[in-house]
C-alpha cells in the first residue's frame, strides 16, 4: 500500500512540475530562459546528474550540433556551447528519433553502441543516457537529454514518459516562438511606414491575445478573451466561435458583439448547414480562410442567404480552427451594419487568431486529457485503498478507463498456467458484444509459446490498425473475434509474476494510438498489480482467519476431539495448499505417532500405514525446541543441513518442505502440528507459520476441553441414568397407586351395591311367598262369595285385580333379574380389582378380560356421532394361569384403552356412514401355545404406527397421543409387568394405517419359565 502510495505522490508531482514548465513556457517569450528553467526543473524531479538541451544545426544532415542549455550537479563538466560531429547518428538513430522513438540505455557499456558514439558519451562523463527527441512541425530539431554519470541507471516507465511530454511542450514552445518572431518581425516591418500603423497595432493586440491566450488553460476564459479582443481590433458588429457537432451541423459557443445585435448563442441552439453537413466542413476542412464583403454579391443561394440574415450578417470572414488534423470548429467576424471592404492584413490577422485558438485548443484538450486521466487513477488508487473487493476494483478500472480513452471496450485478460486465459472482467459499448463469458478460453499461440512474450518484460504494446501491422492471419482472426479493429495493451503483474493484461480496444475502426493513453493503461495496469497482490494477501488472510475461526467454532461446538483434529487438518491444508497437514502424538518415551491426517490424493496416507515414529532427535531431547513453544519450518530438506538419518525419515514421509507448530496439553507437549509439501521445496509465509501456530493453540484448547468433557459427560451420564430410573420409579409409583386407588374404588363401590342389592334379592323369595299367599286368599274368597257386594265388585273394578294378578309375578320376575344382573357386575368388578389377591394366584385369564371389557363397555357402544365398535371375543381353551389378577387385570386395560383411543383417532373428520362402513372392530384372541405358556392378543383395525414409532412404543414417557391426552406410562409399566412381573413377553405388530396387534406371552406356571 505504502508502495502504491509513493507512485501516485510522484505522479502528482510530475504533474505539478509538468504545469509549472507550462505555465513557464506560456509566460516567458525568451526560449533561452525556458530551456534553462525547464532543464534545471527536470534535473531536480528526476535526481539527475545532467539535464540538457541539443540543438542539430541546420543544413548539417543531423550529423552536428551543440548543447543550447544545461543544468548540472556538482563535479560534472558542463556540456555548453561543445559542438558534437558524429557521422554515424544520421544513419542510426535520425529515422527512429524523426518518428518520435525514445533511447533509454541503463548502462551504456552493455548497451553495444558504435565506437564513436561511445567515445562521445564517455567524452561526456555520461554512463546511463535518456534521450527524447525534440520534433518542430515534424521535423527533429533536436534532443532532450537526461545524463546519468556516477553510475548506470534503470529508467522507470513514469519517467520516461513525464521527460516526453516535456519534450512535446519543447515543441509547442519552438512553435509559439517562432510564431511570435515571426509576429515580432511583422510588426517590424509594418513599423517602418505609416500606413503600415494600423496593421502594427493589430499584430500588437494579436500579441496581447496570444500572450493571453498562452497565459490560460481554461478555455472558457480563453474564447471570451479572443472574441473580445478581435472585436475590438477589427471593429466589426459580431465576432464569434463556432463548433461543429459530429454529423457537422454546429453551435455558437462564443460571442462578443456591439449593442443593438441579438445574441446567436441564445437564440440559434443548433444550426444545420446543408452544405456543411454534405461536405464535412467545406472548404474549411482545407485550411482555408474564407472572406465575403457583400453576401449579397457572393453568389449564395437563397437557403444560404436565409441563413446568414438569421445571423444578421452582410459581411464576414471565417478562418477555421483545428484540434490537431481534425476541423473543430471557425473563428468568425461579422459586419452587421452593412457590407465591408476587408483588408488583407484583418485577414491575416483572423488566421493568426485561429491558429493561435487552435494551439490553445489543443493544450485545453490535452490539459483536460491529462486531468481526467489523472483523476481516472486517482479514483482507481481510491478504490483500491478503500476496497479489498478484486472484482469491484477491476469494474471500476475498466468503466474509468473505457470513459477517458472513449474506447469502445476496455477488458482485464488473465492468463493461465499454460499461457492460454480468459477474460474476466470488461466495459463495452452497448453495441458490441461481449467477452466475459460468452467465448471459450483463449489460446493465442504466440503468447501460449512465449510464455507472454514481450509483456513478460513489462513493454506495452499497440497496433493502430490490425490490418496493416503485419499480422498473422490466424492472429489477425483472434482478433475479428474481439470484433476489434485497432488495440492498445498493457501488462498487469503480481508481485514479478505476469499475471494478465489491460487491454483497450477501438472496434469501429483504426485508431492512432497516444503515448499518454498507453501510459495510463500502463499505470493502471501497474495498480491493477498492486490491487490483484494485495486482493491475494487479503483473500488469504481472510480464509486464515476464516478457517481458525471455523477450527474455534468446531472446538466450541463439538466435544469430539477426532471430529476437530480432522477438521483442523482439513481447513488448515485447504488454506495452505500444502500436501498434507496432520498431526502427531508423542508417547511416554517420545516416539510418536501420526492420529490425524489431510493429505492430497496422489500421496500415500501415514496414519495406519507407518510404524511408531522414533526421531532419535526428538526422543533424546524430549520434544526437542517444540517443548519451548517453538515452531519450525524449512523450506527445503536437503539444504537445510539435516542429517542423513532425518532426510531419510522425512522421505518417508515423502516430505520436500515441512513446517510444524507445538501442541500443548496444559504445560505438557501433547504432540506436533504439521504441514509438508511434498512435491517441491516451499518458501514458507511468516503468516502461514502464524496461522499453524495458532491452530495448535487451538487444539491444545480442545485437549483439555476433551478431557473436562468427558469427565463432565461421565458424571451426566450417572446424573441422568439415576433421574431416568428416579423418574420412571415414580411414574410407575403414581401409575400403580392410580391403578390400586381404582381397585379400591372399584372394590368399595361393589361392596356397598352388593349390601342392598342381597338384601333385595334375599326378601325376593319371601315377597313372592307372601304375594301367592294373597292370590290364594283372592281365589278361596271368589270361591266362598262368587257374587261379591256392590262395593266389592266396584272395588275389584277400579284396581283390576285381574291384571295384578296377571302382571306381579312378572314383575317379581324381573327384579329377581334385575338384582341377579347387578349381582354379576359386582362380581365382576371384585374380580377386576382382585383387592384381595396381591400374591400370585390360578386364575381364569378369560374373567380378567370380560371384567375389564364390563368396565370399557360405555366405550364399545354407539354414541350417536359414530357407531359402535364391533367386539370379537375369540376364546380358546386355556388352565388357569399364575398370574398377579390386578396387576395382568392393568395390562388388559391399558392395551384395550389404547385399541380403542387408535379406533377414534382413525374415525376423526368422518362421517357416522363413513365410520360404519369402515367397521371399527377389536379382536381379543386366547390360545394355549404349549404345555407352558399362553399367547392373549388384542388386534384393532384403528390408525397403525410407523416401525420407528413401534420401536419406541414402551420406553417410558413415549406417547404418541396429544398433549394432555396421555402420560406415556401405560404401556411402559404394561410392558415391565408382563416381562418383569410375569417373565413374559409384550410385542407390537403394527404399520402406519394398517391397525395394530399386541401380543402377550405369559407362562402358564412360574415354574414354566424355566422351560423358555
Known sequence: MASCTDKLFEQIQQQKTIAGIIDKIRSSNDLHTILNTTATEIRQLLNADRVCVFRFLPESGCEEGEFVAEDITEGISSALAERVYDRCFGSQFTADYAQGRIQAIADIDEANLSDCYMSILKRFQVRANLIVPVLKDGELWGLLCVHQCHQPRRWQLPEIEFVRKIADYFAIALQQAEQLEQITNQATLLAKTKAQSRALKRQ????????????????????????????????????????????WSGKFLFESHKEGWQSLTETLINIRDTHFMATKGGCYKNNTVLAINDIYQARYTECYIKLLEQLQAKAYVVAPIFEKDHLWGMLAVYQNSGPRQWQTDEIELLTQIGEQLSIALRQSLEQERAINRQKSLIKIVSKIRRSFDFQDICQTATDEVRSILNADRVAIYQFNSDWSGQFLFESVAEQWQPLVNNIPPVEDTFLMENQGGRYRRNETFSVDDIYTVGHQDCHIKLLEEFQAKAYAIAPIFENNRLWGLLAAYQNTGPRPWKNDEVELLAQIGEQLGIAIQQSLEQERAINRQKSLIKIVSKIRRSFD??????????????????????????????????????????????????????????????????????????????????QDCHIKLLEEFQAKAYAIAPIFDDDKLWGLLAAYQNNAPRSWQADEIDLLAQVGEQLGIALQQADYVQYIQNQAEQLKNTLDNLKESQAQLIQTEKMASLGQLVAGVAHEINNPVNFIYGNLSHLNGHVHDLFNFLKVYEAVYPEPEATVAQAIDEYDIDFIKQDFPKIVDSISLGTERIREIVTSLRNFSRIDEAAFKAVDIHEGLDSTLLILQHRLKDTGSSPAIELIQDYGSLPLVTCFPSQLNQVFMNLLANAIDAIEESNKGLSYQEIKEKQPCITIRTQQLDDHAVAIMFQDNGTGMSEGTCQRIFDPFFTTKAVGKGTGMGLSISYQIVTEKHRGSLKCISGKGQGTTFTIRLPITQEDTLHE
Open 204 to 247: 500588437k493586440a494579436l500579441v496581447k491575445i496570444t500572450n493571453r491566450i498562452r497565459q490560460s488553460l481554461d478555455w472558457t476564459v480563453i474564447c471570451q478573451t479572443a472574441t473580445k479582443e478581435t472585436l475590438d481590433i477589427i471593429d466589426a458588429d459580431r465576432v464569434t466561435i463556432y463548433q461543429f457537432n459530429e454529423d
Open 561 to 642: 476431539f477426532q471430529d476437530i483434529c480432522q477438521t483442523a487438518t482439513d481447513e488448515v491444508r485447504s488454506i495452505l495448499n500444502a500436501d498434507r497437514v496432520a498431526i502427531y502424538q508423542f508417547n511416554s518415551d517420545w516416539s510418536g505417532q501420526f492420529l490425524f491426517e489431510s493429505v492430497a490424493e496422489q500421496w500415500q496416507p501415514l496414519v495406519n500405514n507407518i510404524p511408531p515414529v522414533e526421531d532419535t532427535f526428538l526422543m533424546e531431547n524430549q520434544g526437542g525446541r517444540y517443548r519451548r513453544n517453538e515452531t519450525f519450518s524449512v523450506d527445503d530438506i536437503y539444504t537445510v543441513g539435516h
